[in-house]
């Protein structure tokens, strides 16, 4: 998915609604374009068509979104703001417009059929829905690495610490040299203040970084010499964290310094955007490459330990799937899966990851399946080569089903098994949050009778299993009878 245009779109659709008083529901817009980016090869705004709707809203969303059927005219609601958006500015004819707005009238009455027949449901949402809807947005679910709580900016004078041997450095993917120095051509404070000439430019770059950071600028990076000495605090926590955060993030670490409120946010992230070592999209703020690379090499100059992550594009099977598991940011992993399979032939990458998947543990698995969910009726061959393993066989079943190709029906055996392989992927997150994952259970977990009969099955998590469905079901009744399942299934020894 092309992060980049999908948050320039929906900055531009705000923009549009907010000058026309349009209510737009962004979150179900965005949710329409990333998956027409992740699945129809939509790459900018022009290239929706009217067959996109009906791909999107008759066999992607029933397949990957977890919605009450009841929720289709919001989402169709979603789909007419953004097909008169595409009409006003010009991204589509009036004619294409007119045709999408006959589709979408066509799909309304047909899409809450659709959300709600499970037979259009694909792997991951009919298999994960106890593990709730962040997991199923094919943003592959990654069990470390993501965006973690933030942390209570008032201690960030504390918290971050120089120490190697007090909190690790997670290891950071780096832009390669020429990416870096092309990079540096376009920072504006560079433009303004060059870099001495005769020394390597990176290396030059680094140590200016390092003066920004460790010497006392006296307000000449921010405008404010009280937020000026708070500059490592903040960049080392963006380092840590990998990945996009709101701009309010750095809103709040502004208030912690500034009690009377008289800082201007804005202003402050146009002043590091003009460092180079910030970048701003829309609501959100990031490290740039360049300011990755700086503060990494401003590690290493201290003695810090600061590990470079690989590139997943480059691995195995194997290597892609034990990378995601070390904790990747979830833009990353996407970025390096999107590169992992389009180096292979679907019915390739199938194939090494099914082999990959087979025997290990269930979170390895349900990654291993996760990114075999994306591929196309072309990996059909290497998928249904694995009807023969007990333990892919429902999920090739599931997968084939999927696509309305030609499958065996599950048998019970194997609706319970896939159904405790399935939450034994979900333990991770719910020992992490087990109140989100009682809410999701309580939304879309297993049924009493299902629950009844899983601790026949011959699964080395099913007692774990069964143990987190007795704790976190919060209707006691059907809680009561996953720990009695639990008690049957530990007097099997099933480990």
Same mark, same amino acid.
């Given at each position: 998915?092309?992060?980049?245009?999908?948050?320039?779109?929906?900055?531009?659709?705000?923009?549009?609604?907010?000058?026309?008083?349009?209510?737009?529901?962004? &979150?179900?817009?965005? #949710?329409?374009?990333?998956?027409?980016?992740? +699945?129809?090869?939509?790459?900018?705004?022009?290239?929706?068509?009217?067959?996109?709707? &009906?791909?999107?809203?008759?066999?992607? +969303?029933?397949?990957?979104?977890?919605?009450?059927?009841?929720?289709?005219?919001?989402?169709?609601?979603?789909?007419?703001?953004?097909?008169? +958006?595409?009409?006003?500015?010009?991204?589509?004819?009036?004619?294409?417009?007119?045709?999408?707005?006959?589709?979408? =009238?066509?799909?309304?009455?047909?899409?809450? !059929?659709?959300? $709600?027949?499970?037979?259009?449901?694909?792997?991951?949402?009919?298999?994960?829905?106890?593990? *709730?809807?962040?997991?199923?947005?094919?943003?592959?679910?990654?069990?470390?690495?993501?965006?973690? &709580?933030?942390?209570?900016?008032?201690?960030?004078?504390?918290?971050?610490?120089?120490?190697?041997?007090?909190?690790?450095?997670?290891?950071?993917?780096?832009?390669?040299?020429?990416?870096?120095?092309?990079?540096? !051509?376009?920072?504006?404070?560079?433009?303004?203040?060059?870099?001495?000439?005769? &020394?390597?430019?990176?290396?030059?770059?680094?140590?200016?970084?390092?003066?920004?950071?460790?010497?006392?600028?006296?307000?000449?990076?921010?405008?404010?010499?009280?937020?000026? !000495?708070?500059?490592? =605090?903040?960049? =080392?926590?963006?380092?840590?964290?990998?990945?996009?955060?709101?701009?309010?993030?750095?809103?709040?670490?502004? =208030?912690?310094?500034?009690?009377?409120?008289?800082?201007?946010?804005?202003?402050?992230?146009?002043?590091?955007?003009?460092? *180079?070592?910030?970048?701003?999209?829309?609501?959100?703020?990031?490290?740039?490459?360049? *300011?990755?690379? $700086?503060?990494?090499?401003?590690?290493?100059?201290?003695?810090?330990?600061?590990?470079?992550?690989?590139?997943?594009?480059?691995?195995?099977?194997?290597? #892609?799937?034990?990378?995601?598991?070390?904790?990747?940011?979830?833009?990353?992993?996407?970025?390096?899966?999107?590169?992992?399979?389009?180096?292979?032939?679907?019915?390739?990458?199938?194939?090494?990851?099914?082999?990959?998947?087979?025997?290990?543990?269930?979170?390895?698995?349900?990654?291993?399946?996760?990114?075999?969910?994306?591929?196309?009726? !072309?990996?059909?061959?290497?998928?249904?080569?694995?009807?023969?393993?007990?333990?892919?066989?429902?999920?090739?079943?599931? @997968?084939?089903?999927?696509?309305?190709?030609?499958?065996?029906?599950?048998?019970?055996?194997? #609706?319970?098994?896939?159904?405790?392989?399935?939450? $034994?992927?979900?333990?991770?997150?719910?020992?992490?949050?087990?109140?989100?994952?009682?809410?999701?259970?309580?939304?879309?977990?297993?049924?009493?009778?299902?629950?009844?009969?899983? @601790?026949?099955?011959?699964?080395?998590?099913?007692?774990?299993?069964?143990?987190?469905?007795?704790?976190?079901?919060?209707?006691?009744?059907?809680?009561?009878?996953?720990?009695?399942?639990?008690?049957?299934?530990?007097?099997?020894?099933?480990?």
């Amino acid at each position: 998915m092309s992060i980049e245009w999908v948050n320039q779109a929906i900055d531009d659709l705000r923009a549009w609604g907010r000058a026309r008083d349009v209510e737009v529901d962004a &979150d179900e817009v965005r #949710l329409l374009c990333d998956y027409a980016s992740d +699945y129809l090869n939509v790459n900018e705004l022009r290239d929706f068509t009217p067959e996109t709707f &009906d791909e999107l809203l008759l066999s992607i +969303y029933p397949r990957k979104v977890i919605a009450p059927p009841e929720s289709a005219p919001e989402t169709i609601a979603a789909a007419r703001t953004l097909v008169d +958006y595409l009409s006003e500015t010009g991204h589509v004819s009036a004619e294409t417009a007119d045709a999408m707005r006959a589709r979408l =009238d066509d799909i309304e009455p047909r899409m809450p !059929e659709a959300l $709600a027949d499970p037979a259009n449901f694909g792997m991951a949402k009919s298999l994960f829905s106890s593990i *709730g809807p962040e997991s199923l947005e094919q943003s592959i679910a990654i069990p470390a690495g993501e965006l973690p &709580d933030m942390p209570d900016l008032g201690d960030l004078g504390e918290a971050p610490c120089d120490c190697p041997a007090c909190t690790p450095l997670p290891a950071v993917r780096l832009a390669g040299p020429g990416e870096l120095r092309t990079a540096l !051509e376009s920072i504006p404070m560079l433009a303004e203040q060059p870099l001495p000439g005769g &020394d390597d430019p990176l290396q030059a770059w680094a140590r200016r970084v390092a003066d920004l950071l460790d010497h006392d600028t006296g307000g000449a990076v921010t405008g404010h010499a009280e937020l000026d !000495e708070s500059l490592y =605090d903040l960049f =080392d926590m963006l380092y840590r964290l990998q990945t996009r955060v709101p701009v309010t993030v750095i809103g709040d670490h502004i =208030d912690e310094i500034d009690a009377d409120g008289e800082i201007d946010l804005r202003a402050v992230l146009d002043r590091l955007e003009w460092t *180079g070592l910030l970048r701003v999209t829309g609501d959100t703020a990031e490290l740039t490459p360049a *300011g990755v690379w $700086a503060l990494r090499e401003h590690y290493l100059s201290m003695g810090v330990e600061a590990p470079e992550a690989p590139d997943l594009a480059e691995a195995d099977a194997h290597g #892609l799937i034990e990378g995601l598991l070390d904790g990747v940011p979830t833009e990353v992993a996407e970025a390096d899966i999107d590169r992992w399979l389009a180096g292979r032939e679907p019915a390739e990458a199938a194939a090494e990851l099914l082999a990959a998947a087979s025997g290990a543990p269930a979170v390895a698995r349900g990654i291993a399946i996760t990114i075999v969910d994306r591929l196309g009726p !072309e990996a059909e061959s290497a998928v249904r080569g694995y009807l023969d393993d007990p333990e892919l066989r429902p999920h090739a079943i599931h @997968w084939l089903a999927a696509r309305k190709l030609s499958a065996p029906p599950l048998t019970q055996d194997e #609706l319970l098994w896939v159904s405790v392989d399935m939450l $034994a992927l979900a333990m991770p997150a719910a020992e992490e949050d087990p109140e989100i994952f009682a809410e999701n259970m309580a939304a879309s977990g297993p049924p009493a009778h299902l629950i009844e009969e899983m @601790w026949r099955v011959d699964h080395p998590d099913v007692v774990e299993v069964l143990e987190l469905l007795g704790r976190s079901i919060p209707d006691g009744a059907v809680a009561k009878a996953a720990r009695k399942a639990a008690f049957k299934a530990r007097s099997r020894a099933i480990r």
